[in-house]
């Protein structure tokens, strides 16, 4: 094969990768409304959207870090502890929002949320790209402090106290059909898209995860990049709590609780690679897709909840499983 | 002259690695440094990249002393190096590796607030540069991965000789390599030393730098032992200076 019919292949595969990805989500929505004439209602469209809005989120987030050959496991826990100090900080200052309008306390919570979001992705940013501490170690244990600080603040409890408007607007659904949260991660993730595939940053976010020295040694500030990548990871967590806050009305601890492997699950499911230099933000939007229509999909068949989370795990190692075997295959030909 | 070491030296602890060594590369010639493991070759050129600092002596860079406390400094002063890693990012295409650090972003709103690339222009400068090398590369939109040992060599060597003013210097860009292969790395080093620029080899395959060399410098045990021209000496000749079996009697044979 000559080196042009190589490449041609290699973009059809790459192509084809999204392609399979789609494949699959199409069958799995196939096999649900077969299984529940639910499945295609409207009701169920407005919670799996909805539903997907946090996975994806985190996702996108997550799909920065692991192309820059990094992983950040306490996005799930940012995310409670964002919405659990923003609904703290609007509870605790203006409960029962009589002082002030109900939009200013909901305006301070935003802050707070993406606030606390972005300085949790900035220390671990901090400890991986400036103190050298592996990636894994590092938001392993923000995880753990995380998700340690966001019960402390409350005991444990949830916050229903939160402002109402943030529930009005959380689950409003424009012409009935889409809901606002939707349109939100559907801005975020132009921008996402754009900023991955059409910017030096981007660029550099790839080349860093691909070769890292070759990246330094063209005199590149490789730690402020990386820092700015789980900077990004963390802000999305927050983004995702006022999401989570939005659809429930309500600021619990648990509510990032399992979800760094829902979004590493969707980014691994999109191609990218855990090796790092490789994935897109269209695969990662295709990966949230399946993780969230097996969650609800689920659910609206009646199998027991718990079932969720090890079909999301049979489903993470069987999508790196089989990406492995199709690298195996075209370093044979 | 573009590059000239005078009497440089280099003492690790109190090991000497290089004594009053001086050479000198000019524009448009190719200088090979050869010498057994351990001779100075390596530490001879990260002096010159700006990698380690000598402990004596000057680097001339068109007859101005400078000193280099970085690869940057070197960078700056026109001097670029091609190591045995190539530092290629092996899942980007040709073009992105060909800007890595440098990317060319578009001009106006869309460059300058929306921080978009500008690939287009970027894949027309690669275009160009190789031709301007007379080299090819089978595919400009492959990815790195794909292409062979020695199109890499090539991509790496294009790359730097790019961006480089006055000197490049390539370490063991032949050692890794098929014969073909060879062949082809070796018809480009000389192409970049056509465009005007000096090229310091650094090798083990005497067969490789006889090809390319206009001049060939010989190490051993961290002293220059033999300036020999290429055009008239043979591998038995370099053998001996380099194992020794030759004097230093006749250092600078070659004819300036």
């Not at chain 2, 100075?40 to 068109?62: E, H, M, N, R, Y």
Request: aromatic content about 6%; some cysteine; charged content about 15%.
């Amino acid at each position: 094969m000559t080196t042009e019919a190589v490449t041609i292949t290699v973009k059809r595969v790459a192509g084809s990768r999204n392609l399979l990805t789609a494949g699959v989500l199409v069958a799995i929505c196939l096999v649900f409304t077969v299984l529940s004439p639910f499945f295609l209602s409207q009701a169920n469209w407005i919670n799996t959207s909805t539903t997907m809005t946090q996975i994806l989120l985190l996702g996108i987030g997550q799909t920065y870090v692991i192309i820059a050959r990094g992983i950040d496991l306490s996005a799930g826990a940012t995310l409670s502890l964002s919405g659990m100090v923003s609904g703290a900080v609007m509870y605790n200052l203006f409960a029962p929002y009589d002082t002030v309008p109900e939009g200013t306390a909901a305006l301070v919570g935003i802050i707070i949320a993406l606030a606390v979001g972005l300085l949790v992705g900035l220390v671990n940013g901090f400890l991986i790209a400036y103190l050298k501490i592996p990636a894994f170690v590092a938001t392993l244990g923000m995880l753990g402090i995380a998700s340690g600080a966001s019960y402390l603040l409350t005991n444990g409890q949830s916050l229903s106290g939160i402002p109402p408007i943030i529930g009005e607007v959380g689950n409003h659904n424009v012409v009935g059909w889409i809901p606002v949260p939707v349109i939100i991660t559907a801005v975020v993730t132009v921008i996402a898209w754009y900023v991955l595939s059409q910017t030096r940053f981007g660029e550099r976010t790839y080349l860093l995860g691909d070769n890292p020295d070759a990246v330094i040694r063209a005199g590149v500030n490789d730690r402020r990049h990386l820092l700015t990548v789980y900077a990004i990871s963390g802000l999305l967590a927050g983004l995702a709590a006022l999401v989570a806050m939005g659809r429930l009305s309500t600021a619990s601890p648990t509510a990032g609780s399992g979800a760094e492997l829902q979004a590493i699950a969707t980014v691994v499911i999109g191609g990218a690679s855990l090796y790092g230099g490789r994935g897109t933000i269209g695969g990662t939007v295709l990966g949230a897709a399946i993780v969230t229509v097996l969650l609800t999909g689920l659910i609206i068949i009646g199998v027991p909840p718990f079932w969720q989370v090890i079909t999301v795990g049979i489903v993470l190692i069987a999508a790196v499983f089989l990406d492995q075997q199709k690298e195996i295959r075209a370093a044979r030909k | 002259m573009s590059l000239a070491l005078r009497d440089v030296s280099r003492t690790f602890g109190g090991v000497r690695a290089l004594t009053d060594v001086s050479l000198e590369v000019n524009r448009g010639e190719v200088v090979g440094l050869v010498g057994d493991n351990g001779a100075g070759k390596s530490t001879l050129l990260k002096i010159v990249a700006g990698v380690i600092q000598p402990t004596g002596g000057d680097i001339l860079v068109d007859d101005l002393p400078v000193s280099f406390h970085s690869p940057h400094d070197a960078r700056e002063a026109g001097i670029s190096a091609v190591y045995q890693d190539l530092a290629l990012a092996p899942q980007r295409d040709v073009v992105s590796n060909f800007f890595i650090g440098k990317e060319m972003l578009r001009s106006g709103f869309a460059g300058k607030v929306l921080r978009r690339l500008d690939r287009p222009v970027m894949r027309q400068r690669v275009v160009s540069e190789l031709n301007r090398m007379k080299t090819t590369l089978p595919n400009i939109d492959a990815e790195v991965r794909y292409l062979s040992g020695g199109q890499r060599q090539s991509l790496a060597i294009a790359r730097a000789a790019s961006w480089c003013e006055r000197v490049l210097l390539l370490d063991e860009p032949t050692s890794a390599l098929g014969v073909a292969q060879q062949a082809e790395v070796l018809s480009l080093i000389t192409r970049v030393a056509e465009t005007g620029i000096g090229v310091l080899f650094v090798s083990h395959q005497m067969a490789d730098v006889l090809a390319v060399c206009d001049r060939i410098v010989v190490l051993r045990l961290g002293k220059v032992v033999a300036q020999i021209n290429a055009k008239t000496t043979s591998p038995e000749e370099l053998i001996s200076y380099i194992t020794g079996a030759a004097t230093p009697l006749n250092t600078d044979t070659t004819e300036k």
